[in-house]
């Protein structure tokens, strides 16, 4: 069946993109050949907005063994062991069918991280809703929830970190960002790049169906108003399936059978096979007829665009197929050699004894389009003049609880605890810190790893916004006593075909380069996820930053929980009183203008790396990153982490008590010092010109804030812990 332009827009190309097509391949495509142009040429295959803003990225450093361009990213965490890496969105799945939506975006992260010889230690996530009063955010909460835990729970790979927000723009678009991290020995990582002519294509895991067809073409669009016939687009996944896929493939890795290996993720055998032929600048051949269904009569086009899940496809070494078969038979799962390796650099499809399909590989790849979109630049906000009579009138305890109850601050226990988080033995600081933190098994080593993002600091400003969300995740990681080596991106945007949404993506990604280059903290993977958005009304940008460091000796990480009445408590870095964009100004004043807490990245590295030399000497109790709500919302969590009181007394400052408790200036700390440490801690802070504020004593009971005000930890605890759990009755 030929096409032609109306097909080809239903397919979400554009009139121009077809006519490329056909003038790259000299003729009109059948319906199949279009349907795999539709799904490699789509923004979330492509990039073909983002890639041209993505390469200034800095993406090498000294750990970095592999960055941007495979599966996942890896870096060399010492004595031969290497961590790989990377988080992926799962947006319009999760709004449309959030429990499989959810699932399948960790199944599908796993994936990218076995597939390169790693075994899956960690899950993170970042996750997003609308406010809490919209009629659908409550079973979008509860759907997503269930989704990943019952996903990573059945694999057994502990979920030990994440975040979750609510904001009105994702009412319409909610956000599900996966991250997963793996183990694995240096020399035995696998690789996508095909190699070698006339080897074995293996197709290897579950049945192929018609679940996801036009997923990753579906991910590349904005909702309607007919979003719910969307569903079939929507993967399932089987989490039991995917943990025999997990065995079988490492029990083949650890011998030398495996020429190359790829998840079929988005777009399905279409990409997984192009993706390794342009990767090894070869062909592959590929018999239809071969590749194992579990519904009758599907067409070439059906079985090409498939998402269906727990699947790979991999380049054997030539004689190795009875050895791999004998292993994927052993856990129960569908081997089919279905293909070869050619030197034609086309991708060939034959069905029924014919050829269905041909296309020049690097049609595919190397010639999809790539657009410079016009972009509007941000302009700094002018900061807001906020009435210091109207602060001073404040009662700072009403303030403090309705900061500590409200839905972004809240603990978020009701989440955390439907994931296990200790499967594995490994896990050593569990959900609710800074990091999450597993120990490398069998050794003194750990891995630190946290999830951010700052969808309002972007917003007002996504520069400043993209360089904060970066710095953050820096600050989690050297609050738990952590090295940070490098980060993965999920660039979570509005339609790239508007100027503004566009800005904010260019913006924010200059941002997040900006900060990576000069923390020499590498960008190693990633994923963009534009068209959030429904009708015209798109999300705020959203960028989620996934950091990852290293704690040489576990012994010596750090927890935020005050521990020990008598110990002081610092505050690191200087607060200048920046309330503008603050979660204060938003809950408490009703002020959503304003530019948001200015990133001094000289401050950023100095701070953190004096801390990091501190915590190494052992003068560091407990430490606690201050960033949404300010200090005394993070000294607040370090008391009932603790259930430890402090007495607080502010310095003498220009600005009054409102201002210094709840301002968010970045680059600060909450450090806990024993009284004998004191004095060396102040000389190593001097020493290296960082600023610090002795700001209380830890006692027994209550906040008691300035001598005047009193707050009892079982107080605290309730403000904090009430509103979700209430929220999900």
């Given at each position: 069946?030929?096409?032609?332009?109306?097909?080809?827009?239903?397919?979400?190309?554009?009139?121009?993109?077809?006519?490329?097509?056909?003038?790259?391949?000299?003729?009109?495509?059948?319906?199949?050949?279009?349907?795999?142009?539709?799904?490699?040429?789509?923004?979330?295959?492509?990039?073909?907005?983002?890639?041209?803003?993505?390469?200034?990225?800095?993406?090498?450093?000294?750990?970095?063994?592999?960055?941007?361009?495979?599966?996942?990213?890896?870096?060399?965490?010492?004595?031969?062991?290497?961590i790989v890496f990377k988080i992926e969105s799962?947006?319009?799945?999760?709004?449309?069918?959030?429990?499989?939506?959810?699932?399948?975006?960790?199944?599908?992260?796993?994936?990218?991280?076995?597939?390169?010889?790693?075994?899956?230690?960690?899950?993170?996530?970042?996750?997003?809703?609308?406010?809490?009063?919209?009629?659908?955010?409550?079973?979008?909460?509860?759907?997503?929830?269930?989704?990943?835990?019952?996903?990573?729970?059945?694999?057994?790979?502990?979920?030990?970190?994440?975040?979750?927000?609510?904001?009105?723009?994702?009412?319409?678009?909610?956000?599900?960002?996966?991250?997963?991290?793996?183990?694995?020995?240096?020399?035995?990582?696998?690789?996508?790049?095909?190699?070698?002519?006339?080897?074995?294509?293996?197709?290897?895991?579950?049945?192929?169906?018609?679940?996801?067809?036009?997923?990753?073409?579906?991910?590349?669009?904005?909702?309607?108003?007919?979003?719910?016939?969307?569903?079939?687009?929507?993967?399932?996944?089987?989490?039991?399936?995917?943990?025999?896929?997990?065995?079988?493939?490492?029990?083949?890795?650890?011998?030398?059978?495996?020429?190359?290996?790829?998840?079929?993720?988005?777009?399905?055998?279409?990409?997984?096979?192009?993706?390794?032929?342009?990767?090894?600048?070869?062909?592959?051949?590929?018999?239809?007829?071969?590749?194992?269904?579990?519904?009758?009569?599907?067409?070439?086009?059906?079985?090409?665009?498939?998402?269906?899940?727990?699947?790979?496809?991999?380049?054997?070494?030539?004689?190795?197929?009875?050895?791999?078969?004998?292993?994927?038979?052993?856990?129960?799962?569908?081997?089919?050699?279905?293909?070869?390796?050619?030197?034609?650099?086309?991708?060939?499809?034959?069905?029924?004894?014919?050829?269905?399909?041909?296309?020049?590989?690097?049609?595919?790849?190397?010639n999809s389009p790539m657009y410079d979109r016009?972009?509007?630049?941000?302009?700094?906000?002018?900061?807001?003049?906020?009435?210091?009579?109207?602060?001073?009138?404040?009662?700072?305890?009403?303030?403090?609880?309705?900061?500590?109850?409200?839905?972004?601050?809240?603990?978020?226990?009701?989440?955390?605890?439907?994931?296990?988080?200790?499967?594995?033995?490994?896990?050593?600081?569990?959900?609710?810190?800074?990091?999450?933190?597993?120990?490398?098994?069998?050794?003194?080593?750990?891995?630190?790893?946290?999830?951010?993002?700052?969808?309002?600091?972007?917003?007002?400003?996504?520069?400043?916004?993209?360089?904060?969300?970066?710095?953050?995740?820096?600050?989690?990681?050297?609050?738990?006593?952590?090295?940070?080596?490098?980060?993965?991106?999920?660039?979570?945007?509005?339609?790239?075909?508007?100027?503004?949404?566009?800005?904010?993506?260019?913006?924010?990604?200059?941002?997040?380069?900006?900060?990576?280059?000069?923390?020499?903290?590498?960008?190693?993977?990633?994923?963009?996820?534009?068209?959030?958005?429904?009708?015209?009304?798109?999300?705020?940008?959203?960028?989620?930053?996934?950091?990852?460091?290293?704690?040489?000796?576990?012994?010596?990480?750090?927890?935020?929980?005050?521990?020990?009445?008598?110990?002081?408590?610092?505050?690191?870095?200087?607060?200048?009183?920046?309330?503008d964009q603050s979660l204060f100004a938003r809950?408490?004043?009703?002020?959503?203008?304003?530019?948001?807490?200015?990133?001094?990245?000289?401050?950023?590295?100095?701070?953190?790396?004096?801390?990091?030399?501190?915590?190494?000497?052992?003068?560091?109790?407990?430490?606690?990153?201050?960033?949404?709500?300010?200090?005394?919302?993070?000294?607040?969590?370090?008391?009932?982490?603790?259930?430890?009181?402090?007495?607080?007394?502010?310095?003498?400052?220009?600005?009054?008590?409102?201002?210094?408790?709840?301002?968010?200036?970045?680059?600060?700390?909450?450090?806990?010092?024993?009284?004998?440490?004191?004095?060396?801690?102040?000389?190593?802070?001097?020493?290296?010109?960082?600023?610090?504020?002795?700001?209380?004593?830890?006692?027994?009971?209550?906040?008691?804030?300035?001598?005047?005000?009193?707050?009892?930890?079982?107080?605290?605890?309730?403000?904090?812990?009430?509103?979700?759990?209430?929220?999900?009755?």
């Open positions: 069946m030929l096409v032609n332009e109306k097909i080809a827009i239903e397919h979400g190309l554009k009139s121009d993109e077809y006519k490329k097509i056909c003038k790259l391949l000299k003729r009109i495509p059948n319906f199949t050949e279009l349907g795999i142009f539709s799904a490699m040429w789509n923004e979330h295959c492509s990039y073909k907005s983002s890639r041209i803003h993505l390469k200034k990225l800095p993406t090498k450093g000294k750990n970095v063994i592999q960055g941007p361009g495979e599966n996942a990213g890896i870096i060399d965490v010492d004595d031969g062991d290497a799962h947006n319009h799945p999760s709004f449309i069918e959030p429990y499989q939506g959810a699932a399948t975006g960790v199944g599908g992260i796993m994936r990218d991280v076995f597939t390169m010889g790693a075994r899956p230690i960690a899950n993170l996530n970042s996750i997003h809703f609308g406010s809490p009063q919209h009629k659908k955010t409550k079973n979008l909460l509860r759907g997503v929830v269930h989704g990943i835990g019952g996903y990573g729970n059945c694999m057994g790979v502990p979920t030990v970190g994440g975040q979750t927000s609510f904001d009105s723009s994702y009412n319409g678009n909610i956000l599900v960002n996966a991250m997963t991290l793996g183990l694995v020995k240096k020399n035995k990582i696998f690789y996508s790049k095909a190699a070698g002519l006339n080897k074995p294509v293996i197709y290897v895991g579950s049945k192929t169906g018609r679940d996801g067809i036009h997923g990753a073409s579906m991910a590349s669009a904005s909702f309607d108003d007919k979003i719910e016939e969307k569903k079939p687009t929507v993967q399932v996944g089987d989490p039991f399936t995917e943990k025999l896929l997990l065995e079988a493939c490492l029990e083949l890795m650890a011998g030398d059978s495996i020429i190359a290996i790829q998840d079929m993720g988005a777009a399905g055998l279409t990409s997984s096979s192009i993706e390794m032929a342009s990767k090894g600048n070869l062909g592959i051949e590929i018999d239809l007829n071969k590749v194992p269904c579990r519904e009758t009569k599907m067409t070439p086009y059906e079985i090409m665009l498939s998402e269906s899940q727990e699947r790979m496809l991999i380049v054997l070494e030539n004689g190795k197929e009875e050895l791999a078969k004998k292993i994927f038979d052993k856990w129960n799962l569908d081997f089919a050699v279905i293909g070869k390796t050619t030197n034609t650099k086309n991708i060939e499809l034959f069905f029924d004894k014919k050829q269905v399909a041909k296309i020049p590989v690097n049609t595919l790849v190397e016009k972009w509007k630049k941000s302009k700094l906000p002018k900061k807001i003049k906020f009435e210091k009579s109207k602060l001073k009138n404040l009662k700072i305890l009403q303030v403090l609880k309705k900061v500590l109850s409200s839905p972004n601050i809240c603990n978020k226990e009701w989440i955390w605890r439907q994931y296990d988080h200790t499967v594995m033995g490994d896990t050593i600081q569990k959900p609710g810190g800074d990091s999450g933190v597993v120990r490398i098994h069998g050794t003194d080593k750990a891995v630190a790893a946290t999830v951010d993002s700052s969808a309002t600091y972007c917003w007002a400003h996504p520069l400043t916004g993209g360089k904060q969300v970066v710095c953050e995740t820096w600050r989690n990681l050297i609050s738990v006593g952590a090295k940070p080596i490098a980060i993965t991106n999920c660039l979570n945007f509005g339609s790239p075909e508007k100027e503004e949404n566009m800005g904010e993506f260019v913006e924010c990604v200059q941002g997040i380069g900006e900060a990576c280059k000069y923390l020499e903290y590498p960008v190693v993977s990633g994923n963009v996820s534009f068209y959030n958005q429904t009708k015209e009304i798109g999300i705020k940008p959203t960028p989620a930053i996934g950091g990852v460091g290293l704690i040489k000796n576990y012994k010596k990480m750090i927890t935020m929980n005050f521990k020990e009445a008598g110990n002081q408590v610092l505050v690191i870095g200087k607060t200048e009183g920046h309330i809950l408490v004043l009703d002020e959503k203008n304003g530019p948001p807490p200015e990133v001094n990245l000289f401050n950023e590295k100095n701070n953190g790396e004096t801390l990091l030399n501190l915590i190494e000497k052992n003068y560091i109790k407990s430490a606690h990153d201050v960033s949404l709500g300010g200090i005394i919302t993070a000294i607040s969590k370090m008391c009932i982490k603790g259930n430890k009181g402090i007495e607080l007394t502010i310095p003498k400052f220009l600005i009054n008590e409102i201002e210094y408790f709840f301002a968010e200036d970045q680059g600060r700390y909450l450090i806990e010092v024993s009284k004998e440490d004191l004095k060396n801690v102040i000389k190593i802070l001097d020493k290296n010109s960082v600023h610090y504020d002795l700001i209380g004593k830890i006692i027994d009971n209550d906040m008691i804030i300035n001598q005047k005000t009193k707050v009892t930890i079982d107080e605290l605890k309730s403000y904090n812990t009430n509103w979700l759990k209430e929220y999900m009755v």
